[in-house]
């Protein structure tokens, strides 16, 4: 049985939501959320923060959290750093889960670490499908990255661009007559994967694209993806909070 570890990078620096972690929905605050979510579904959870007063919050409500270094480029170097703090051969595998998905589902996450019942997985990752009730404008949004997928269920590619296109069709024809997927930055690794890939240079993929899921593809690592078909909503501004004050509600959470 794999031991698995959920990690939640939480930064108090956001250009579009400073102290996002500490925002308050519903009570109590994104990062108590997000955190509660998890907590029960995996073995362990812990907050990966750079600051101390998101630390503070999360040991005030019972949580786990270490600190670490203001100067990461990515979520993923600071799980690295985190799982080093909590003990690299403690854990089989690390859940990567964003601090701003408050909505994040026990399914969701069980979807994830079971694709890793395939011993030559090194990394995993899920996809919601789009339907023709989304739209042509939500296909198009360049802050919702695409995936295409082979016959494994393993990433192809991941794009802000919609892949693949559909030749001689009209826009609003494009989901009736294929199954586009959205991907959901929800990531998990294998604990030596994730020491490996935090040591790879940026590649030219991951630049052109800004989506740092390419550098790893671009350097031999299989993504196998997983499919959900739970939407949440993440919270990257205040007009997100809002919504999701509005989400809560409906759904009952």
């Known amino acids: 049985m794999l031991k698995v570890i959920g990690i939640i990078p939480a930064r108090y620096a956001s250009t579009r939501f400073p102290a996002k972690p500490l925002a308050v929905l519903g009570g109590k605050t994104v990062i108590e959320r997000v955190y509660t979510q998890v907590a029960g579904v995996l073995d362990d959870v812990v907050v990966a923060t750079d600051d101390e ?31 080093q703090k909590v003990g690299e051969n403690n854990f089989d595998v690390v859940v990567n889960i964003q601090g701003d998905e408050p909505f ?49 269920m393993e990433a192809l590619y991941f794009s802000r661009s919609i892949i693949p296109f559909t030749r001689g069709k009209e826009h609003d024809q494009w989901l009736e007559g294929h199954t586009y997927f959205k991907h959901i930055g929800l990531y998990a690794y294998r604990s030596k994967v994730l020491a490996e890939i935090t040591k790879l240079p940026q590649s030219s993929l991951e630049l052109a694209e800004s989506l740092e899921q390419l550098r790893w593809l671009e350097n031999g690592y299989k993504i196998k993806v997983g499919i959900s078909n739970i939407e949440t909503i993440g919270i990257d501004t205040p007009e997100d909070l809002q919504r999701a004050e509005e989400f809560l509600k409906s759904r009952g959470f």
């Open 53 to 83: 007063r998101i630390k503070q919050a999360v040991e005030s409500f019972g949580g786990k959290a270490v600190m670490t270094s203001v100067n990461h480029r990515s979520g993923t170097d600071r799980c690295y750093e985190a799982l």
């Open 104 to 152: 994040i589902q026990a399914e969701q996450l069980r979807t994830v670490c079971q694709c890793f019942d395939d011993s030559s997985v090194d990394i995993a990752t899920l996809v919601k499908p789009f339907t023709p009730a989304d739209g042509f404008a939500a296909l198009e949004n360049v802050n919702s990255p695409k995936v295409v997928v082979n016959k494994r």
